[in-house]
């Protein structure tokens, strides 16, 4: 049951700080002191034990139990009774925690929570006074702060306004000082020197409107020295004004940048915003409250209050939009300009070389005063071409800051090589030296057009390709940054406009791409494609650089001496890897492409492929007709005896394959494009020899016969050939065509490869170089045509072995067991007949392996390695067998008769003692000696079967012979 007083709790926590309870037991004192000690109230006495319990046990005491606790004497008593057992346990607690760092810290604590006011009421009171004093103190300053952020802000937009109208003010002085270059230099070029004129055109200029002097386009062709230093002033201005012309682009298309920025980062914070709304009201008041406490900064740019400044930028922009359509005007008239200019140079230039040409044709018949009125006009001349060359080197990089690399690429082709071009191009000198059609002067066509364009431009072409090499950029062909140019005078100005030519007019088109005859296509795709890998080094090596260095000191020394110091000017030195890097440009450009699409090259090689199939089917023809030894070589006699001196080739059907087989990688017929073809077309012809000697072996093809003559309408006329047979009867034909094929196949894994390499992957540095291709290319070139030889040359072997093994093995056995029917004869020689016992062997023995003998003569220099003496074994094998049965039928037969005559008893004993049987034994083992003998002289073993058997039947005849 609760009580009104207070708790034993609160009293044992009030007896420890030293104070009272608070009536309600939570107040913030109690509250502090109970969450940082954690002490648990002190157990009731043994008495309020037993009260307790009586008071469950008893229910209807609790009235009476009640009253006694509430009176005062034993409230006193009992107060006094827990105050003391709260000092024991508070001086228990404390010496607890003194031993632990944990209770130190909370004895320091426990002081400092006893000194706080009772509730926090009274501290708000008494803090309230000091919060409102600092909350208007943070006012006064955060106002000041923005006052000062404000100033600070005009301030800002006040140095930048004057740094924009600085900038402003340049921008404007440079635009009118660019109008102003570009007024002088197109009223200059419309040739109207008088003042009036001139001050006319002046007023109309800074009115805007000069843009309509670009309509006169008369050009000035007189030189004059007086005006040089001025004309390259105002050249050089242009190039300036090109500046100019960039860095106002740059400015306009920053300022855009600006105000686009500006427009749409409002619109970024409003989806930001709208973004947060949907995170729901609490977070959108966090969002406000920290905003708010937030201080100005000067550094905040992005503010909504920092309107001035953004006003600024919006003023300076407004300023350039209305310099925008100038400045777009002036990036037009000033490529114009450039480009007109560029055209007036490459025409003095032009005449300046021709004028040259002239004079050094006119100079050579002179002498005396003449040679050294020649000698100042060239040094004239030469100090002018220097000077055009640095004009020209001014407008070309003007028009490369203005990204207009393809103007000059054009006016490059239209003035300087397009002129050249027609008039060396035409029908008439593209077949001088030869009939229509063949294209007989395309090569030397071309090679005047690459030495012209050299002569009377190299020195520009040399000099654009020093100007705008990307030094830093790797020279493989892989590498993008080679084939990066600003200007690429190289590709776009000389190579494009020839291909375009060529390819435009109908006529020359046809007589060049579509010929009909595979050599004149051949002969025209190898003209331009040598003109096409040596285009960069014709037009950027100098002709004679030895000449140059000769002369170069006394040039300098004339020069010195009579004021010009053209000598000083920079001299570009092409390398080897610039040229590289031009060469891989021509690869890669898209013209190139097309160009390569206009070879109908899969024709070309269909006609060369019919060409070598009708010289192969010819050659068959041929064999077929009159036999291997058929005279179809109709290749040249000089390269018919190299192929029989160096490779030992016997039957001329094999001169002419492996004439046809090396005439595919010819000079003037193979094609590096279709080089696979090619290699797959040899594959091709020789499987079509071996499927010919296959059916040859087989018994499929016979050779010789009668046949009419084709092509002849009288009936009467035939070709009277050798009579008709299988050629894979004679051993003779089968030993000389697998010899042949032996040599074939050691060619083409050997001298055939290394010929096909050395055509398709040169050696020399020369070659590589113009072909442009690297040393892993062409290590897997030759490593793929190395394969596919080798693959082919497996198919030769079983062939080989089968004409040695089978063939000849058959063929041989057979004509030596002919004589081995007369091993029957030996007993009717000795039978009944009274001669006397045999001496020598029988006459046949001696023509059993004479077949063999014979061949093996004949064709032992000419036996495959990997045939050897196998094939010998064979047939001495098989040829013995058939011997050893002869033998032992003849002595079976001979005993039997011997049984048959003891029997009858009418064996009579004849000469010597010896019986016909004994006779016929011992002819036996006379036969054999002497076949033993012939086997040995052919470099083989006795350990045959054949051979053995015949020692064992033999054996028993050597008793009988004469000691």
């Not at 034993?8 to 009272?20: E, K, L, R, V, W």
């Not at 001349?381 to 080197?393: A, E, N, T, V």
């Not at 030195?573 to 898209?590: S, V």
């Not at 030993?735 to 992957?761: P, Q, S």
Request: hydrophobic letters at 35%.
């Amino acid at each position: 049951m609760a009580t009104s007083g207070p708790s034993p709790g609160a009293s044992y926590f009030s007896t420890i700080h030293g104070g009272s309870p608070s009536v309600d037991g939570g107040g913030p004192s109690s509250a502090a002191t109970s969450a940082a000690l954690t002490v648990p109230p002190p157990p009731f006495s043994d008495e309020e034990s037993k009260i307790d319990n009586d008071q469950q046990q008893h229910p209807s005491d609790v009235h009476n139990n009640s009253s006694a606790l509430n009176s005062t004497p034993y409230l006193q008593s009992r107060l006094i009774q827990l105050r003391t057992q709260s000092q024991d346990l508070s001086t228990e607690l404390t010496k607890k925690l003194a031993t632990s760092r944990s209770g130190q810290s909370l004895l320091h604590i426990g002081p400092s929570l006893s000194t706080l006011p009772p509730d926090l009421t009274s501290l708000l009171e008494a803090l309230s006074p000091l919060l409102s004093q600092v909350e208007q103190y943070e006012g006064e300053n955060r106002g000041e702060l923005e006052r000062l952020v404000s100033q600070g802000r005009e301030v800002q937009c006040a140095v930048k306004k004057r740094e924009f109208s600085v900038q402003c003010a340049e921008i404007y002085k440079e635009l009118m000082g660019a109008e102003e270059v570009l007024r002088w230099r197109l009223l200059q070029q419309s040739g109207d020197k008088s003042g009036g004129g001139k001050n006319k055109k002046s007023e109309e200029g800074r009115r805007g409107g000069y843009e309509d002097v670009l309509e006169d386009d008369e050009e000035d062709d007189d030189w004059s020295e007086d005006e040089t230093e001025e004309e390259f002033d105002h050249i050089c201005s242009l190039e300036r004004a090109a500046y100019t012309t960039l860095y106002l682009l740059q400015e306009l298309h920053s300022s855009s940048a600006d105000v686009s920025a500006m427009t749409t980062t409002p619109k970024k914070r409003a989806t930001q915003s709208d973004g947060d709304d949907n995170d729901g009201s609490n977070n959108n008041n966090n969002i406000a409250t920290n905003g708010s406490n937030n201080l100005p900064s000067l550094s905040d740019f992005s503010s909504s209050d920092n309107t001035s400044l953004n006003g600024v930028v919006l003023e300076k922009s407004r300023f350039l939009a209305k310099l925008a359509p100038r400045i777009r005007r002036l990036e037009s008239d000033t490529a114009k300009c450039l480009v007109s200019t560029l055209e007036e140079l490459l025409v003095r230039v032009r005449t300046l070389m021709e004028d040259d040409n002239d004079a050094n044709e006119e100079g050579q018949g002179g002498g005396g005063d003449n040679t050294t009125a020649y000698d100042s006009n060239k040094q004239q001349r030469k100090s002018q071409h220097d000077d055009l060359l640095l004009m020209i080197g001014h407008c070309l990089r003007g028009l490369a800051l203005l990204g207009k690399g393809a103007d000059a690429e054009s006016a490059f082709a239209r003035v300087a090589i397009m002129p050249i071009i027609r008039s060396k191009l035409s029908m008439g000198k593209l077949d001088e030296g030869g009939s229509r059609g063949e294209c007989a002067g395309l090569f030397f066509l071309l090679d005047g057009i690459a030495n012209t364009i050299s002569t009377m431009y190299g020195s520009i072409l040399r000099s654009s390709e020093s100007m705008f090499t990307n030094e830093t950029g790797s020279g493989s062909k892989s590498s993008s940054s080679c084939l990066r140019m600003e200007v690429d005078l190289v590709t776009c100005g000389v190579w494009v406009p020839v291909a375009t030519a060529l390819m435009a007019d109908p006529g020359i088109k046809m007589a060049i791409f579509s010929p009909g005859i595979a050599n004149v296509l051949q002969a025209n795709y190898s003209a331009l494609d040598t003109f096409l890998s040596e285009l960069a080094s014709s037009l950027l090596l100098l002709q004679s650089p030895q000449e140059e260095d000769v002369t170069q000191e006394e040039e300098e020394k004339t020069s010195i001496e009579t004021g010009n110091f053209s000598h000083l000017y920079y001299r570009p030195t092409i390398q080897a890897d610039a040229i590289e890097r031009a060469q891989a440009r021509l690869y890669a450009h898209p013209t190139t492409v097309e160009f390569s699409k206009r070879w109908n090259l899969p024709i070309y090689y269909q006609l060369r492929f019919a060409e070598f199939c009708k010289r192969l089917d010819k050659a068959i023809e041929g064999v077929c007709r009159e036999g291997w030894t058929a005279d179809v070589f109709t290749g040249d006699a000089k390269d018919g005896k190299k192929i029989s001196d160096t490779f030992g080739y016997e039957l001329p059907f094999f001169f002419e394959l492996y004439d046809i087989l090396l005439s595919m990688w010819k000079p003037d017929v193979y094609l590096r494009p279709l080089t696979h073809r090619f290699l797959r077309g040899a594959m091709q012809l020789i499987g079509r020899v071996l499927a010919f000697v296959k059916d040859g072996a087989d018994g499929k093809i016979q050779f010789g016969g009668t046949e009419e003559s084709e092509g002849e309408k009288d009936r009467s006329e035939t070709i009277v050939a050798i009579p008709a047979y299988f050629w894979n009867e004679r051993v003779e034909d089968v030993a000389v065509v697998a010899w042949e094929l032996t040599i074939l196949e050691t060619c083409l894994t050997h001298d055939y490869l290394d010929y096909v390499a050395n055509t398709v992957c040169p050696n020399d540095k020369a070659s590589r170089q113009s072909t442009h291709t690297s040393s892993l290319e062409l290590e897997e070139i030759r490593s793929l045509a190395s394969e596919v030889l080798v693959e082919c040359s497996q198919e030769f072997s079983p062939l080989v072995s089968n004409s040695w093994y089978t063939l000849i093995v058959d063929r041989l056995t057979k004509q030596c067991c002919i004589p081995l029917t007369a091993v029957k004869g030996v007993a009717a020689t000795y039978r009944m007949t009274n001669r006397p016992p045999p001496t020598q062997a029988s006459p046949f023995v001696a023509s059993i392996l004479r077949p063999l003998k014979e061949f093996d003569t004949t064709f032992s220099s000419r036996t495959p390695p990997q045939i050897g003496d196998e094939w010998k074994q064979k047939i001495i094998g098989a040829v013995s067998s058939k011997y050893s049965i002869a033998v032992e039928d003849l002595i079976a037969t001979v005993k039997r008769t011997e049984e048959a005559l003891k029997s009858r008893k009418t064996r009579k004993m004849m000469a010597g003692g010896m019986s016909d049987g004994e006779k016929v034994k011992l002819q036996l083992l006379l036969d054999y000696r002497q076949y033993k003998k012939d086997v040995e002289e052919l470099g083989l073993g006795t350990s045959i079967e054949g051979l053995v058997k015949l020692n064992q039947l033999t054996l028993e005849a050597e008793s009988l012979l004469p000691k």
